[in-house]
């Protein structure tokens, strides 16, 4: 994770137009590369590229004018790009590769809906956290020896999550937070949002970073279909068939520990977003309003979308946010853009946004009591 360090000597290279995300990873980049005795022709930099209506795929580009500046000729940035939903991420031997990255990703995004759905109740602060990083480093140690061992493993961190010890009581108001993949599984590069709208008396759910991998399999398919390329076709629903399988199967191992309903499949996510963005419009935008509008279903009390500032979808989906809101029974929303610097008027708007939402679980009675086996 960047911080404070990292934004510092990135801005030294950047004039304060590039998206934050840019300056936060670039930060790290060379952060890695000026570590004493550090090697940059053993160093590569994994950057992927994009097609769509966003500036990401500029990042490598300009990742690798700034290495070239600076003398790092010799350090590779890997760019595998979304074309064919990053097939070629590891060239001979891609197809394992991906698919034991996938399940890694299905691991961790069900482990963080274990955390977030126990920390606001533990009665032991940090116990969830530690038990989080616990068996995310067994989810670890499991990829790293081909992941036939990941399902007992989430199995297990889900019947350890289950006995944490919890206040008993009513529910809080579930906040969803979407928006732009990076910066929402980011905390420092979201100015720590998860942390304080749980001080601020929430429960949180994360749009889970898989479902940008799936949507990326769907654009390889609808691509190739354009296209009329037989063979794109097939390797794009052997990816699609290969995640759906993997990913639920990872999915049955937890069932009975986290609230399944949250999932929103991708025919749903496409559905709930149609009035509000076309569903070729390839980026953020699709995902942010196709999750919102199924985890509405799912009886959560409020919508943060989190963007990087000047951010063109995510400037999209600011201006739309309000039909959706009046669309959908005037569920809070808050739009947040941010590029890294102090802002009181953020902590400010998220209290006023939770008093909103904590009217909105009242008033709707979602604050029943919590089943305690979940």
Known sequence: MPGAYEIEIAR???NGQECFPFVATLGSFLKKLQEPGGDPSKMTFFMPDHNGPCRFGDYNKLHRIIFDRLGYFEAEILTPTNDNAYAEIA?????KFRLNAWKGI??????????QEKRPYEKVPGSANKLY???????????????????KT?????????????FEGKRKPVIAIVGETFMRDNPYCSAFLVEKLEALGAETIMAPFGEWLIYSSYRYFRDSLWKGDLKGLFKSKVQQWGQHYT?????????????????????EMIKRSAPYIHKDYDGDPVAAFGSAGGLVQANISGIVYIMPFTCMPGTLVASVSNEFRKDHNNIPWENIAYDGQEDTNIDSRLQAFMHQCKSYSKTNKFDKDRELTI
């Open 154 to 166: 989430l199995e297990s961190a889900g019947k350890e999550f289950s006995k944490l010890e919890v």
């Open 247 to 267: 990913g639920n199967k990872l999915k049955n191992a937890v069932k009975d520990f986290v609230e399944m309903e949250t999932e929103i499949e991708l025919e």
């Open 133 to 151: 990083q616990f068996w995310l480093n067994k989810v670890i140690e499991s990829l790293e020896q081909g992941s036939k061992t990941l399902p």
């Open 106 to 115: 299905v691991a961790t995004d069900l482990l963080k809906k274990m955390v």
């Open 91 to 95: 060239p001979g031997k891609s197809g």
């Open 12 to 14: 030294k290279q950047t």
